[in-house]
């Protein structure tokens, strides 16, 4: 494939053509010694045509950039010059006018001053001296016929005689005539013959070249580099070469069997890890060694070596991305951290490439001054070198301005080495986020294998969590190194991603373990306080169990969530560090690198790692970093300093995931506490007093004397129901040091933070000696949570929760309501409500229940039909039902 090397050659090919799809075509066609168009492309090839044409549309895009920058120019200049045009214009029309003028009174002075005869002479000579030149110009064209006439037979004879440099310039002499048949019939046939005697003298030089070059005779060499570029064949030069130093080179990659790349029929000894560093040792020996030659044959050394680099790599068979492609998927899963010890041996090699251009620049251009070195304190000046197509600035900047930054490089600037050696690994520090996911989710199933192997006591599960999270912790700690050495910053946010991710699998897993298995096993014993001063309860040894694992587990959850915090602020912390690097490398490129070489540089800079949504996180995290003070103002120096922003979280996803886990232990503990209370009403629902017809207002004594009764006692069953609700702030006594219960207070059932919020302030407001249940001041941690409101709020969910079960599943289940039965279910409503308001809970669907089961026939009949034209509620058409209202 041959494409331009520079924009300029770029545009200028292009406007060679008028239909684009043809131009591209005749662009990415295989030039002279490549197969036939017409035969389909192997997979090396279309590898090859693939880079090619990314090469190809990163130069038209850089190209579109610099002609719109120019058409900017010169809009900008034009729009500045348009409003003196017109004065311009003027004043030239009077000069112009007043020459004209002068010129007739001159050129009429002159014809005056001259006599007719002398005026005939003149013209006489001026005549002869015309047909004087037309002679002498066609007998140059005489001579020049007549010199092609004797071109072929010249030219072959200093051939056979082996004066190559004699011929050469014959043919150049030649050439420099060829402008005379220009659109004539006999353009076409000598243009013809020009080539063929160039391939002649060509074909007889190259075994001489391939034999110097072979020798190293850099005379010889530096003669053969005049011939050719003489008779315009420098490319060819090169080419031969080229392919004669780096053949050595190219076997060695090509004869070498590795056990992780593409199958070989040899027994292969080493890995390609192993075998990469041997090949760059090699590569740069040679270069080493060709640093001398190359300067003294070529007249652009620095630019001759950049070419040698580029083509012994994309020579080599099988390429690069086809080994990095084999290599990947032999190591599957943990394939990055495999690419990130290939990639730093490529760097190093480039590195010390670098130091070999540096010295051939300073080899072939002694006399140039050193560069100035800036300091921290110095202000950018305006020939810095800045990319015209940096997609990321941390610091915004008008469009005409960025437009207008023209990056100017020296001769190691322009050099493309660098950007052939780094392509290849371009497509996987792109797929940055999904390697580093696929590697942290195979350590995670690496890490969990042993606890699969054998059954893990229930007891054992809170611990086991703790465990899990320091080692699943210790392997996220090393994904930043990984994306600093692997993207150099450029994957943060696939790396946030795949951490994110990480940490939601890892609590997934034991949040579904929670949910789906049942915890007991004969190891665990009842608690001591079981048998001392919450005896009384209705809780097993199993419930007091139950319980206490919940517990565990929700404390491991909390212990959990503090590693994760802290892991969070590392997070932010490196990319704070990869927010400032990357300021540093954008106001100053030219001595602030973001990766190892500028072309590796401008490789990440120009992929789509480099998008907005990394723009958008590394400027969230530098704002919070240093966040920007409001303007100075008289009228806020005595007010107090607002509290610094709470920053965004970064692993939203693992955060969701441990409050998900925190809910499920909850609904876990709260299930067993409430588990005697739902006990006592299971028979609740088909109670025999709901069916009886006895007066509730009337009672008959012993001697028929119907003595009239102003209330009717609770059932047994609220009573029982009643008890247990009441014990529950015993129960929390026992556990108001646990810190356990404070843990994701939001995730309770039925607790919001509005509800949090008035129960702290209600806390806040009690005297310190009546809250009999607060903890000692000497146990209170700085911002922990007050242990009354964690006591509260597990109150209200419990109260909640228990009445939702009522309210949703008893109540709805009864049959049918008598007089009686409608009585004694009110008073036992009346009763839950006040027991459940000593508790903080205030249930809507309880008092509607209440209110609608203690109106009689008439008042029910009233209001249901009062809310006809309204939707009905529920629980009043599930009473009506009941009592027969309908």
């Known amino acids: 494939m041959s494409i331009p090397a520079s924009t300029n050659q770029l545009v200028e090919s292009l406007e060679q053509y008028e239909d684009v799809v043809l131009w591209i075509n005749d662009t990415l066609t295989p030039r002279d010694g490549d197969d036939d168009d017409s035969s389909p492309l192997p997979l090396t090839d279309l590898t090859e045509l693939d880079h ?24 900008d200049d034009v729009s500045r010059g348009i409003p003196r045009l017109a004065y311009d214009l003027h004043f030239m029309k009077d000069g112009a006018s007043t020459l004209q003028n002068a010129l007739v009174g001159v050129l009429q002075r002159s014809r005056d001053a001259i006599p007719k005869e002398t005026s005939e002479a003149l013209d006489n000579l001026h005549q002869l001296d015309t047909v004087k030149g037309r002679m002498e110009a066609a007998r140059e064209v005489l001579r020049e016929a007549e010199s092609w006439s004797t071109l072929e037979h010249e030219v072959t004879s200093l051939i056979a005689e082996k004066s190559y440099a004699k011929a050469a310039e014959r043919l150049s002499e030649a050439n420099k005539s060829m402008v005379v048949f220009q659109n004539t019939p006999e353009y076409d046939p000598r243009r013809n013959l020009m080539v063929n005697l160039q391939n002649q003298l060509e074909a007889a030089l190259s075994t001489a070249l391939v034999s110097a070059i072979n020798a190293q005779d850099s005379n010889a060499c530096k003669e053969y580099f005049s011939i050719f570029a003489i008779i315009q064949r420098e490319s ?95 190591h599957g899963e943990l394939s990055l951290t495999q690419l990130i010890s290939v990639l730093r041996a490529t760097e190093e090699f480039a590195t010390g490439v670098e130091k070999i ?97 054998e059954k893990v006591q229930a007891a054992d599960r809170p611990r086991l969590f703790r465990e899990r999270a320091i080692d699943i912790f210790g392997v996220a700690e090393g994904s930043m190194g990984r994306c600093k050495t692997f993207t150099h910053g450029y994957g ?53 169990s139950d319980i206490q694992l919940s517990l565990h587990l929700l404390a491991s959850g909390k212990s959990v969530f503090d590693r994760m915090m802290t892991f969070e602020t590392k997070l932010r912390t490196y990319l704070s560090q990869v927010a400032s690097q990357f300021r540093l490398a954008f106001s100053d490129p030219s001595n602030f690198l973001i990766a190892a070489t500028k072309g590796e540089s401008q490789l990440l800079e120009q992929s789509t790692l480099n998008s907005a949504e990394l723009h958008s996180l590394l400027l969230s995290i530098e704002n919070e970093s240093n966040p920007r003070e409001p303007p100075f103002s008289a009228s806020l120096r005595h007010q107090p300093a607002a509290p610094p922003p709470v920053p965004e979280p970064l692993l939203l996803n693992a955060r969701k995931a441990l409050s998900t886990f925190a809910q499920a232990c909850q609904m876990s503990t709260t299930k067993t506490i409430l588990c005697p209370l739902r006990n006592h009403l ?25 003595v009239p009764t102003f209330s009717l006692s609770p059932s047994d069953t609220v009573q029982r129901v009643a008890e247990g609700l009441l014990n529950l702030p015993r129960l929390f006594e026992v556990y108001a040091d646990d810190d356990a219960l404070a843990f994701s207070l939001q995730t309770l059932p039925f607790v919001e933070a509005e509800m949090l919020q008035n129960l702290s302030e209600q806390t806040q407001d009690l005297p310190n000696q009546q809250s009999h249940r607060r903890r000692p001041s000497s146990y209170m941690k700085p911002n922990a949570i007050d242990a009354e409101v964690v006591s509260s ?60 089961v203690g109106m009689d026939a008439a008042d029910g009949i009233k209001t249901l039909n009062e809310s006809i034209s309204d939707p009905v509620d529920p629980v009043l058409e599930r009473v009506a039902k009941l009592c027969g209202w309908r």
């Open 682 to 706: 299971a028979g609740y629902a088909s109670s025999p007093s709901w069916r009886s017809n006895a007066d509730p207002a009337l009672m008959t004594s012993s001697n028929d004397l119907r």
């Open 236 to 330: 060819e030069f090169r080419n031969y070469y080229y392919a004669s130093r780096r053949s050595g080179i190219v076997s060695l990659w090509q004869n070498t069997p590795l056990v992780d790349c593409e199958a070989s029929n040899e027994v292969a000894t080493q890995g390609f890890a192993d075998f990469l560093p041997k090949f760059y040792t090699n590569f740069t020996s040679l270069l080493n060694t060709e640093r001398t030659s190359i300067c003294a044959i070529f007249p652009d050394p620095s630019f001759t070596l950049s070419q040698f680099i580029s083509s012994t790599m994309s020579s080599l068979q099988p390429t690069m991305p086809q080994r990095l492609t084999s290599y990947s998927s032999h």
């Open 357 to 453: 251009m540096e010295k051939v620049q300073f080899a072939t251009s002694p006399m140039l001054p050193p560069k100035s070195i800036s300091t921290p304190f110095d202000k950018p000046q305006s020939h810095r070198r800045r990319s015209s197509r940096m997609s990321i600035s941390l610091r915004p900047q008008p469009a005409a301005v960025a437009s207008s930054m023209k990056p100017v490089t020296d001769s190691l600037d322009s050099m493309e080495w660098d950007q052939e050696v780094f392509q290849p690994f371009l497509d996987f520090q792109v797929d940055y986020g999904s390697l580093e996911r696929r590697f942290l989710e195979q350590s995670l199933l690496n890490i969990i294998t042993s606890d699969t192997r």
């Open 52 to 75: 090619q044409i990314t090469q190809l549309l990163t130069t038209l895009d850089i190209a579109s950039e610099d002609a719109s920058a120019q058409i900017e120019r010169l809009i």
């Open 793 to 852: 709020a597990w109150l209200v969910s419990l109260g909640h929760t228990f009445l939702e079960y009522l309210t949703a599943e008893i109540l709805p289940a009864i049959p049918s309501l008598s007089v009686a039965g409608a009585a004694q279910l009110s008073s036992d409503l009346e009763y839950l409500s006040n027991i459940v308001r000593a508790l903080n809970v205030e249930h809507s669907a309880l008092e509607r229940w209440k209110s609608y």
């Open 492 to 544: 943060a946010v696939g790396l946030v991603q795949a951490l994110d991710g990480f940490f939601q699998s890892f609590v997934d897993m034991w949040t579904a373990d929670i949910q789906t298995e049942p915890y007991s096993s004969s190891s665990l014993v009842k608690n001591s306080i079981s048998d001392g001063e919450l005896s009384d309860l209705d809780y097993t040894a199993q419930d007091w």
